[in-house]
Structure formats: structure tokens, C-alpha cells
């Protein structure tokens, strides 16, 4: 049974920074790629960032890119999302996801990703 652990969300002020982590607590193989999602209640779940932890590569989303950073490792079994410069609009529950077939390139939708933790809520008030 796998089982993804999300920790690091909370209350934050507009232009704080926030580190999310997602803990790997058990899992049948290896991950060959995670991801981070984010979702808002009556809204669809939306790709932030993803990372390749076998054979290399990262992709942001729009949303994301200059103010995320993603960065995680297979062995420890951990992914971490740095978010900087937060604002209102990154309010929403964030989901830690990954995968155990191997992708050519970061998978940036749902479909691409089997495991799903049950999600950190961030919240940023101005």
C-alpha cells in the first residue's frame, strides 16, 4: 500500500514563502517521477510542478515558474516544493503524486500519476 505524506502548509501573508514536502512512507518500486498538484474546492486539480527522479528533467507550470522550485530524490523517497513570493491566488489544497513506470518526459496531468497523497492546505491572505 503506498502511502504519500504531505506536510508544510498552513497560513501565509502575501510575498511569504512556504516548503511543502511529501514523505514516501511506503511504496512497491521505485518512483520514476512525482509531481505537485494544487486544487480549490468546485475547481479541477491543476498541475504546479514535476520531476523526473530517474533520467533527469523538471517542468513548472505557468502559475509556478520563477517562484516554485521543485526538488526531490528517489533514494530518500521525499519530493519538496519550495513556493516563494505567494499570493491570493495560490490558496488551495496541494496534492503530492507519483508514478512507478517510467515516463519519457514530466507528466503534467492526472492520468500520468497513479499515487495521490491526501493533500497539505495552503492558505494566503493579503
Known amino acids: 500500500q503506498v502511502e504519500l505524506i504531505e506536510t508544510g502548509g498552513g497560513l501565509a501573508r502575501v510575498g511569504d514563502s512556504l516548503r511543502l514536502s511529501c514523505v514516501v512512507a511506503?511504496?512497491?518500486?521505485?518512483?520514476?517521477?512525482m509531481g505537485w498538484f494544487r486544487q480549490a474546492p468546485g475547481k479541477e486539480r491543476e498541475f504546479v510542478a514535476g520531476?523526473?527522479?530517474?533520467?533527469?528533467?523538471?517542468k513548472y507550470a505557468y502559475l509556478a515558474s520563477g517562484r516554485f522550485t521543485i526538488s526531490g530524490s528517489d533514494e530518500e523517497g521525499a519530493l519538496f516544493l519550495q513556493m516563494t513570493n505567494l499570493n491570493p491566488d495560490d490558496t488551495d489544497r496541494y496534492y503530492c503524486?507519483?508514478?512507478?513506470?517510467?515516463?519519457?518526459?514530466?507528466?503534467?496531468?492526472?492520468?500520468?500519476?497513479?499515487?495521490w497523497g491526501q493533500g497539505t492546505q495552503v492558505t494566503v491572505s493579503s
Open positions: 503524486a507519483a508514478r512507478t513506470m517510467d515516463a519519457t518526459v514530466v507528466p503534467t496531468l492526472q492520468s500520468g500519476y497513479a499515487y
Open positions: 511506503q511504496r512497491p518500486s521505485r518512483f520514476y517521477a
Open positions: 520531476i523526473r527522479l530517474i533520467g533527469g528533467g523538471i
